[in-house]
């Protein structure tokens, strides 16, 4: 029987219920952004609004809070334990403005090792273990060198892992050359959603999408 990874461990996919499936829970980037707002770090408020949420009915979330965004995997299995939620955290690299300075160091082998690592073992000095690939970023003006790397290290971690992958494609129609890149390099495309196609509303780039084999998100 397939399962869902969450943070707490693993859970058949019919006790997820109502999912949003694409949240932040905590993540910090006011080094970038000079953003207060851009700092989610309080795990009390992160428990009375998850607390919300689970009252009205929600059963679980997708916390895609990667890389370079500083999520926090320890506390986000706290929350989850405390307010008795399904949290599935996401492992790999937003958009290059995003990317921690240490990833250009990296082959993509380190880069798919490291994605692996943290959906079969844990996040690093961590046990908690991420169920997703996402949330990617690209700039929506298009791909950079940098961003394809992680968009093929992606590809091959799920080949090897056989996890979803989401993406973040704002504004534009870059969603298309995300899923090319993706398949390209060996994706499931089956298991790829290409996230915030909302903000695009041009029903034929959503039904090109499509027709292509991902799945599309308005999130």
């Known amino acids: ?15 997820l219920g109502f999912t ?80 921690p300075t240490w990833l250009a160091d990296m082959s993509e082998t380190d880069m798919v090792e490291l994605l692996v690592s943290d959906l079969t073992e844990g996040f690093t000095g961590t046990d908690v273990r991420a169920g997703i690939i996402g949330e990617i970023g690209t700039n929506h003006r298009g791909i950079s ?14 080949r090897e892992v056989r996890v979803p992958i989401s993406t973040h494609a704002l ?5 298309m050359d995300q899923a090319r890149t993706l398949a390209d390099a060996g994706a499931d495309l089956d298991k790829v959603v290409i996230g915030h196609v909302d903000t695009t509303p041009d029903v034929d780039y959503h039904e090109e999408l499509v027709r292509f084999g991902v799945w599309i998100a308005y999130d």
């Not at 029987?1 to 006790?15: F, H, R, W, Y």
């Not at 060198?145 to 799920?158: D, G, S």
């Not at 504004?171 to 969603?175: A, D, E, K, L």
């Open 1 to 15: 029987m397939k399962k869902v990874q969450t943070v707490l461990g693993e859970i058949s996919p019919d006790e």
């Open 20 to 99: 949003l499936p694409h949240e932040h829970v905590f993540h910090d980037i006011y080094e970038i952004t000079l953003n207060s707002h851009m700092i989610l770090s309080d795990p009390q408020v992160a428990k009375r609004e998850l607390s919300i949420y689970k009252e009205k009915g929600g059963r679980s979330i997708v916390d895609q809070t990667v890389h370079g965004l500083n999520p926090n995997p320890e506390a986000l299995r706290q929350v989850a334990a405390d307010v008795g939620i399904n949290i599935i955290a996401g492992t790999g690299f937003y958009w290059e403005r995003f990317h």
């Open 145 to 158: 060198p940098a961003e394809e790397r992680v968009l093929r290290a992606c590809a091959a971690a799920q």
């Open 171 to 175: 504004f534009t129609r870059i969603g």
